[in-house]
Nanobody, 128 residues
């Protein structure tokens, strides 16, 4: 199983970025795909999750209305569209995956820390 993130970088406050996560080694359709971030000195935060079996989604309150998770079957790729970025969104963003739906993982791991598979992360910095 391999998850490879891309699309991070430096952006001004109020700007947008789209993160991509290329997945391989498992049946993309059957897995939940999510994003977890970690800022320096802070705990990991489960940002978003997409359960591919039923299409249900989860967003942390801190990103609701600004971030959108999606996926492209044909490309075996998941995305995180991030709009109206704030300085507090600065973090390393990890793509995560699990064979169980998001709500099952979140029942015991609200911050999505319990997701089975992790990418290496991509840095997002929001600063003027």
């Amino acid at each position: 199983v391999q998850l490879v993130e891309s699309g991070g970088g430096l952006v001004n406050p109020g700007g947008s970025l789209r993160l991509s996560c290329a997945v391989s080694g498992f049946t993309f359709d059957h897995y939940a795909i999510g994003w977890v971030r970690q800022a320096p000195g802070k705990e990991r935060e489960g940002v978003s999750c997409l359960s591919r079996k039923d299409g249900s989604t989860y967003y942390a309150d801190s990103v609701k209305g600004r971030f959108t998770v999606s996926s492209d079957n044909a490309k075996n790729t998941a995305y995180l569209q991030m709009n109206i970025l704030k300085a507090e969104d600065t973090a390393v963003y990890y793509c995560v995956a699990d064979p169980f739906p998001c709500h099952v993982v979140r029942a015991t791991s609200p911050n999505l820390d319990g997701m089975s598979f992790w990418g290496k992360g991509t840095q997002v910095t929001v600063s003027s």
